[in-house]
């Protein structure tokens, strides 16, 4: 058993009794510290012996917290009890050397205390260490009206919450719902991003539905006036033409009827007598397919067929 004092600054009073029993098997290490005064006062690290515990304590009356630090040898990692004051995380890798990542106050990493200036659950798994971010989430509050986002290139930028805060909880700005419907206002789409801040669109080929109408294939016909693929020319409504070919978006459905139209839509049937008709020999080829085609004749007084390879065209 071992008894001690430690004498802290000039205050004789402030002189803590301490009692300390070594550890025994499996057991931890007792530390009793008996207050002999009304408060805490900062006091230099102490090591009492080569795998002993080492005993910090701090101003409580200036928010700050009792730590007591423990070696390798206790519980799993070094920084077993490092972020005692008020949620240890008991051997977690994310603080060995202190609890702040390259300079950010409080990394927020799981089991660890958000600190005064933590505007954000962000740890080095998510933004730091890492050098990146995951597109499309929320990073961190900069300040009451800044967020940082993840892009699509998984890299952090900088947005103004224009109209509204930035709320750590709701990992975003307030100034929208991200789920509200789009709206057109005037000619204008207006929606919601993501990251909480309304996005505002010109639109002048007119609004619809919260979205701007365009013509970007440039065949006259925009996307508010029923083009179904716009970023197919040969798409458009009243499409007459007939195609072998599927559009861009794999689609037989040029007239935008959303159901397209064979050209050639009949099996063969010669007519008694007349010997006239024409159609495919088998089952009827889809939009694209090939298959036997025949046109009815006569010949030597019977009634046949000539056959040929026909592609089936839709529109």
């Known amino acids: 058993m071992l008894f001690g004092r430690l004498s802290l600054g000039t205050d004789p009073g402030a002189d803590r009794l301490f009692l300390i029993r070594p550890r025994l098997g499996g057991l931890g290490v007792l530390v009793i510290v008996t207050l002999l005064s009304g408060c805490w006062v900062d006091f230099p690290e102490s090591r009492f012996s080569q795998d002993g515990p080492r005993i910090v304590a701090r101003d409580s009356g200036q928010g700050k917290d009792l730590a007591i630090k423990f070696p390798d040898t206790f519980g799993g990692s070094a920084d077993a009890a490092r972020d005692f004051g008020g949620q240890p995380d008991w051997g977690g890798a994310s603080d060995s050397v202190q609890p702040i990542d390259l300079g950010i106050p409080a990394d927020g990493a799981v089991g660890d205390l958000a600190l005064v200036g933590d505007l954000g659950p962000v740890d080095a798994a998510q933004v730091d260490g890492a050098g990146g971010c995951v597109p499309g989430t929320f990073v961190r509050c900069l300040d009451s009206t800044t967020l940082q986002w993840c892009d699509d290139a998984g890299q952090p930028v900088e947005i103004e919450c224009v109209g509204g805060e930035c709320r750590p909880a709701l990992r975003r700005c307030n100034a929208c719902l991200p789920s509200a419907r789009p709206r057109c206002v005037g000619e204008n789409a207006v929606s919601c991003a993501p990251f909480g801040v309304e996005t505002i669109e010109g639109c002048p080929l007119g609004c619809e539905a919260g979205a701007c109408c365009t013509d970007v294939d440039g065949d006259k016909v925009t996307t508010c006036g029923g083009d179904c693929n716009d970023g197919d020319p040969k798409v458009f409504p009243g499409q007459t033409a007939y195609f072998e070919e599927a559009d861009s978006r794999g689609s037989f459905d040029f007239d935008c009827s959303t159901?397209?139209?064979?050209?050639?839509?009949?099996?063969?049937?010669?007519?008694?007598?007349?010997?006239?008709?024409?159609?495919?020999?088998?089952?009827?080829?889809?939009?694209?397919?090939?298959?036997?085609?025949?046109?009815?004749?006569?010949?030597?007084?019977?009634?046949?067929?000539?056959?040929?390879?026909?592609?089936?065209?839709?529109?």
Do not use: H, M
């Not at 397209?260 to 159609?279: D, M």
């Not at 009634?303 to 592609?311: D, N």
């Open 259 to 315: 159901a397209p139209e064979a050209q050639y839509p009949t099996r063969l049937v010669c007519q008694t007598g007349s010997c006239q008709g024409e159609g495919w020999v088998d089952n009827i080829a889809l939009c694209g397919a090939e298959g036997e085609y025949g046109v009815c004749r006569k010949s030597g007084g019977f009634c046949v067929y000539q056959s040929q390879t026909r592609l089936q065209a839709c529109r």
